[in-house]
């Protein structure tokens, strides 16, 4: 696939974007059509199109300048009262645009967000086996 996408064209200045944070590894701007007020997108200079792409290091960074923004959406006239990080890795997963992205979401009381989901109650056993299958799979 074609690593260059939208966000490529934002990073090198060719496509229009309302920048929150840049450094050499990272830039930060503001999500084209926000789910909240001060939606901002934390992505990697260099692409990738999915976590499994992605140097863990600039993984780091990535949670790093999200952190970063999370108090800004606090201390700024966004005036968050709490923040979520998303993060799509995969079209299952929602994924939209094929270069990683953090999405730093501030929350204000009544701003409709929201995460849809049916948590379930397994047993302890069910549990452990899959933490198994996880855990085995981790050195893979
Ligand atoms: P995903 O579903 O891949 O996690 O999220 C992609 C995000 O990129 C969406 O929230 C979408 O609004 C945002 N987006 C898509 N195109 C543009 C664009 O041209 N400029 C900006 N700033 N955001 C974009």
């Known amino acids: ?22 450094d050499d590894d990272v830039c930060a701007f503001m999500d084209i059509r926000p789910v909240t007020p001060g939606h901002v997108l934390v992505v990697p200079k260099i692409p990738a199109e999915s976590l499994a792409d992605l140097d863990p290091a600039l ?22 009262h709490g923040v979520n990080f998303f993060l799509a890795d995969g079209v299952m997963a929602g994924q939209e645009v094929f270069h990683v992205h953090l999405h730093v979401i501030p929350r204000t009381p009544g701003d409709g967000f929201g995460l849809r ?13 899959l933490a198994g299958s996880i855990r085995g799979a981790l050195d893979r």
């Open 59 to 80: 993984g780091g960074k990535l949670f790093q300048v999200g952190q970063r923004i999370a108090a800004a959406l606090r201390a700024s006239e966004v005036a968050a």
């Open 117 to 129: 989901a049916r948590p379930t109650s397994p047993k302890r056993a069910d549990l452990d086996y």
């Open 1 to 22: 696939m074609n690593p260059y996408t939208i966000f490529t064209e934002i990073i090198n200045g060719q496509a229009p974007s309302s920048k929150v944070y840049e």
